[in-house]
């Protein structure tokens, strides 16, 4: 057994304020199909069950491979547990002609069918959106690839990493006079997930006014060059190409992370001129607030040494603990630089309960983000981990879904 941090044995909010199994889902009436593997497509279908809805996970015999990726726990993957949440595992091997029929008369009764295989793979399979469409007019098929189901990159390899390197990211990512960096964790597929999950509620809420399905074709890599803000914007009208600057910003300053004197660091913010100002008066240099260069973000910018110095100094004369109420008093932005431990322990984390310990019958129970926002009338709830590889596949074939 991997060691476990001390946490809580349960959850810090009242029992009257945790969500009740009754509380009506928003998405209870709608049914998903999950053939994705990984992570991007899966993730979004995982938002989804979080709302109610009934997703069925299609995995090969083999399983998907997200089971071997990441950390286990005696033998447990511990990120199929979050990922797949809220979902039932069937095993079904789409690839067997054996089992078209078993498979469409699934597709039949569903709302939506979530996959993220290269262009033309269902279409080899006979299970092309014109045949599913034909079986079921009303099925919403998402279709979640790395670089869309056309033009010309469409059939190659898509994975969150492609995208991280192609969007972007990589590029403006890493210190001044380093290499591009890469993300250490898959921002990309999580970033797509989120925009299929889009997709995916437009398209249902659409179906009602046009009376049909439709196909939504999500892009890993567009996903995240829309995440990118206005670079390509600014690039446009003026030939801007962001530059590595490690952890401070081309858009406004200080902006950075400092070290603190028992070793700790914290991320300080000033993007508008009035937090600026209380930033440095609060370290000892109030002159630089009337500085010409000082009214503006791209001013600031242009004088980030001069900051980042004045913050430097202060904030390493103080523990960390000094530092965040010194700031806090001062009306300015500043956070800890936490690890995940932190994040557990975290009062307001705490209290909003913002990672859940769920009941598991491998692990006994499996701490995992919560649902990342919040209904005021339908909330959504994990209600179970990811499942054993075909733990629903009698259950599901033989009709009984809920």
């Known amino acids: 057994m991997s060691s476990i941090l001390p946490l809580p044995e349960e959850d810090p909010m009242p029992e009257e304020d945790v969500v009740p199994d009754s509380t009506p889902a928003p998405l209870a009436d709608v049914k998903v199909i999950d053939i994705g593997t990984l992570l991007a497509a899966p993730f979004a279908a995982a938002m989804l069950g979080d709302f109610g809805a009934e997703v069925i996970k299609i995995e090969h015999p083999t399983g998907d491979p997200l089971r071997g990726y990441g950390y286990q726990c005696d033998d447990v993957p511990l990120l199929w547990k979050s990922v797949n949440r809220n979902k039932k595992s069937v095993v079904l091997d789409l690839k067997d002609p054996q089992n078209h029929h078993r498979f469409m008369d699934l597709v039949t009764g569903a709302d939506v069918l979530i996959e993220n295989f290269r262009p033309g793979t269902l279409e080899r399979w006979g299970f092309s959106p014109e045949v599913l469409h034909k079986a079921n007019p009303d099925l919403v098929v998402t279709r979640v690839t790395g670089f869309g189901q056309d033009g010309p990159y469409a ?139 000082f009214a503006s973000g791209r001013g600031r910018v242009s004088h ?34 936490y690890e995940v431990d932190d994040v557990l322990r975290d009062p307001h984390f705490l209290a909003r ?12 129970s499996v701490r995992m983000p919560n649902v990342a926002f919040r209904l005021s009338e339908t909330p959504g709830r994990i209600r179970w981990p990811g499942p054993r590889l075909g733990e629903h596949t009698d259950d599901v074939l033989n009709g009984d879904h809920r």
């Open 353 to 364: 309960q913002a990672t859940v310990a769920v009941p598991d019958d491998e692990l006994d």
């Open 155 to 293: 059939n190659r390899p898509g994975f969150g990493t492609l995208a991280e390197a192609m969007s972007g990211l990589a590029a403006m990512s890493g210190e001044r006079d380093g290499p591009p960096l890469l993300p250490a964790f898959p921002l990309a597929d999580v970033m797509a997930g989120v925009q299929a999950a889009c997709a995916t509620l437009i398209a249902l809420h659409a179906r009602r006014r046009i009376g049909r399905g439709q196909v939504a074709d999500v892009s890993i890599t567009e996903a995240m060059i829309a995440a990118m803000g206005a670079q390509v914007t600014a690039y446009d009208k003026l030939g801007v190409i962001p530059r590595r600057v490690g952890s401070g910003s081309d858009n406004n300053a200080p902006r950075n992370v400092y070290r603190c004197a028992d070793g700790r660091w914290v991320a300080v913010s000033a993007p508008a001129r009035s937090v600026a100002e209380r930033v440095v008066r609060l370290v000892g240099r109030p002159e630089l607030a009337g500085e010409p260069w």
């Open 304 to 337: 980030r040494a001069v900051l980042d110095d004045a913050l430097g100094e202060y904030i390493g004369r103080f523990r960390r603990d000094e530092v965040i109420a010194a700031f806090e008093d001062a009306g300015a932005a500043v956070a800890p630089i």
